[in-house]
C-alpha cells in the first residue's frame, strides 16, 4: 500500500467507482479482486481527495491496513 502511495490515516471512500460505506460493503468489494489485480482507490486525506492505482498483494490491505 505504501508504493500506491496510500498513508496511514487515510479514509477509503471508492474502489473502482464503487462507495465504500462501511467495513462490510468494503469486505464485498474486497472479495471481488485477487493478489496481483490493480484497482483504483479513491481516498479523502487531510481534507483533500486522492485517486491513486493500487497492484493488490494481499486483499486484507483493503479493510485492515486503513480506515473507511
Do not use: C, P, W
Amino acid at each position: 500500500a505504501a508504493e500506491a502511495g496510500l498513508q496511514s490515516g487515510d479514509v477509503i471512500t471508492h474502489i473502482n467507482g464503487t462507495l465504500v460505506e462501511n467495513l462490510s460493503s468494503a469486505a464485498k468489494l474486497r472479495d471481488k479482486y485477487s493478489a496481483g489485480d490493480t484497482i483504483s482507490v479513491t481516498i479523502f486525506r487531510r481534507g483533500t481527495v486522492v485517486i491513486t492505482e493500487l497492484k493488490l498483494s494481499n486483499r486484507q490491505m483493503i479493510i485492515s491496513d486503513y480506515n473507511l
